[in-house]
């Protein structure tokens, strides 16, 4: 039998499942994939508010008018 020290857990106190003795991560694969779908979800609203903050940039430099 396992002595304590020999079974490792996933580092996500809210989770703590058991990990196989040769998974080479800290976390099991359902907190990876939920951390990672977490930085996606960030960087597209980073991207959506640089590209509204170019828009109303352009809007206040030109005063509101275009030339054709």
Known sequence: MKSNSDIRVC???EC?????????????EACRNKHAQMAKNAF??????V?????IALVFVTGGRFKK
Not at 16 to 28: F, M, N, V
Not at 51 to 55: Q, R
């Open 16 to 28: 703590q499942k058991i990990l196989p003795p040769d998974y080479k991560h800290k976390y099991c």
């Open 11 to 13: 580092k996500n106190k």
């Open 51 to 55: 590209a509204g903050a170019a828009g």
């Open 44 to 49: 597209k609203g980073i991207g959506a508010g």
